[in-house]
């Protein structure tokens, strides 16, 4: 599996920017598929998944949604609201465990996107 994300870029603050993550070299509607982000500095952080539910870090809950177009075999991650602190690296990524409970984990995750900047000015 493939992954390949998009749709990152200089946003003000307030800004409802979507990213993209688009699959290729397996159809991933069986597949957990996660958002997660690393700020300068920091370790990579769980943002949200779509597995046999969908999920939010504490942060983001209430302004980010993740969605799934099957036919496209493409997962996005819409952001509103954003702040500077979601300022970070955004990557999408893939499990054929879709019923893992540790979702959360980056180690759960067989196959990663590039990743795409997010830059939040105030």
């Known amino acids: 599996v493939q992954l390949q994300a998009s749709g990152g870029g200089l946003v003000q603050a307030g800004g409802s920017p979507r990213l993209s993550c688009a699959a290729s070299?397996?159809?991933?509607?069986?597949?957990?598929m996660g958002w997660f982000r690393q700020a300068p500095g920091k370790e990579r952080e769980f943002v949200a998944v779509s597995n046999w539910k969908t999920d939010y870090a504490d942060s983001v809950k209430g302004r980010f949604t993740i969605s799934r177009d099957n036919a496209k075999n493409t997962v996005y991650l819409q952001m509103n609201s954003l702040k500077p602190e979601d300022t970070a690296v955004y990557y999408c990524a893939a499990t054929p465990s879709r019923y893992s409970s540790s979702y959360y984990t980056t180690t759960t995750y067989d196959y990663w996107g590039q990743g795409t900047q997010v830059t939040v000015s105030s």
């Open positions: 070299g397996r159809t991933v509607s069986s597949y957990g």
